[in-house]
């Protein structure tokens, strides 16, 4: 099912132009599932090229933000249409680049297109507050005015989604962009550039530059012309960004990992909780942050529970992700399959039980970075497997009894992303909503999952506390001005 057609990239987007890295020097972009099938060449950029693209973006910040709300809303609307139009084309692209089935790509390029929808929506929202004052002659109100050339890194595991979801909002509130995207994962980044020039955004107003992040990385966060930088990615770089850009003076949002618990108690209907809790497992073949790595599941019901789930596991078919009926694909690259394998060959060797799953695939899936999806039973809350984000197609069955326990095991490790809970009873689930400790919660459904219209972002670890997507990206992109307006006396 594998094209070995390479794709034609443009290179950065600086100033409006499509061009080469100065250096002239590219790097090679392959499909996880086959590698010998070379997806395209992109432009490895050096500081030369990202000193040109925060030129490029200051120079046209200062128009950019006089532009109206409502004429940025309409080139947003317009991307939108142009970006639907490419849906099944970029759809392919992005599983060839990053791996994911088709059916999972599609939706994903179909998300960026709602949020490109939502935020030109929000350009005609009010954008400001009318205060009463102590005197009788003041009008006192607020602005909410752009914060000037933003930075932003993106990850490689939702390639359009989150550049998306952070570039948007961005140029919505009136800011200029110079975006780096994943190097396992660039093109999706581009082609929604493409959209966004072609609906007619001026040129320098979002500028992209790909490359590596240890090329690029500390020049990113430390460009005086930068005002802010918003990453999703890895906690130690997440927590590089914060040290270097707090010391720089600049505006800084990290969202980071998860260690999502999908809580099982006795009640719940157990074939619709373990079609979820798979879901949330292993799509996108666990590689989200929101996926759920741990199945805590009271012990009146544990051993049907694994035992179902082990068969399903098993079952499920892993391959490339433009084959139909592909479910699981593989993972990034050698690096990450490598160290998935590894992570439950540690597991092993401490005594966990693995039910299913775990190794190296070979034989047909010998080209691609392939990891059998794996599930392990009876779990320490207190292990590796129990505290640390594998980042991959692995899920640990916890024993608890009762929902204290449940909620005291979910809530006692460094992160606070999502958490889902399974239950039939209104009242458990009140209190779970209000004792969990995580930012984004669920019941009866999976943990992944995440909507334009409504903040994301989690508690702990897993975030700098800030928010994206809904009206909170506007806390991040956007400053207060307070204004007194009095009449002159004369």
Known sequence: MSTTTTIPAPGNLIGGAWQPAISGQTFENRNPADTDDLVAHHAASDDRDLDAAFAAASEAFPAWRRTPGIARGNILYRAAEILASRVEAIARELTREEGKTLKEATGETMRAVA?????????????????????????????????????????????????????????????????????????????????????????????????????????????????????????????????????????????????????????????????????????????????????????????????????????????????????????????????????????????????????????????GHFVAPALFNDVSPSSRLGQDELFGPVLGVIPVDGMDEAISVANNVRYGLSASLFTRDLTRAMRFVQEIQAGIVHVNSETAGAEPQVPFGGYKGSSSYSREQGKAAREFFTQIKTVYLDPSPS
């Open 115 to 367: 949020i490109l929808r939502y935020f030109a929506g929000e350009t005609a929202q009010p954008h400001g507050e009318h205060y009463p004052s102590a005197s009788p002659t003041t009008m006192l109100y607020t602005l909410r005015e752009p914060l000037g050339v933003i930075t932003i890194i993106t990850p490689w595991n939702f390639p359009i989604a989150i550049p998306a979801w952070k570039l948007v909002p961005a140029l919505a509130y009136g800011n200029a962009v110079v975006i780096k995207p994943a190097s396992d994962a660039p093109l999706c980044t581009i082609r929604l550039a493409e959209c966004l020039v072609d609906a007619g955004l001026p040129a320098g107003v979002l500028n992209v530059v790909t490359g590596s992040a240890s090329a690029l990385g500390d020049r990113l966060v430390t460009d005086e012309r930068s005002v802010a930088v918003s990453f999703t990615g890895s906690d130690a770089t997440g927590k590089h960004i914060r040290d270097l850009a707090g010391a720089h003076g600049k505006k800084v949002q990290l969202e980071l990992g998860g260690k999502n618990p999908a809580i099982v108690l006795a009640d719940a209907d157990m074939d619709h909780a373990l079609t979820q809790v798979i879901n949330g497992a292993m799509m996108s073949t666990g590689q989200k942050c929101t996926a759920t790595s741990r199945a805590i599941v009271d012990r009146h019901i544990v051993a049907e529970f694994t035992e179902r789930l082990a068969q399903k596991i098993g079952a499920l078919t892993v391959g490339n992700g433009l084959d139909g009926a592909t479910q699981v694909g593989p993972l990034i690259n050698a690096k990450a399959a490598d160290s998935v394998a590894e992570q439950v060959e540690q597991a092993r060797g401490e005594g966990t039980e693995l039910l299913v799953g775990g190794r190296r695939l070979d034989g047909d899936h010998a080209r």
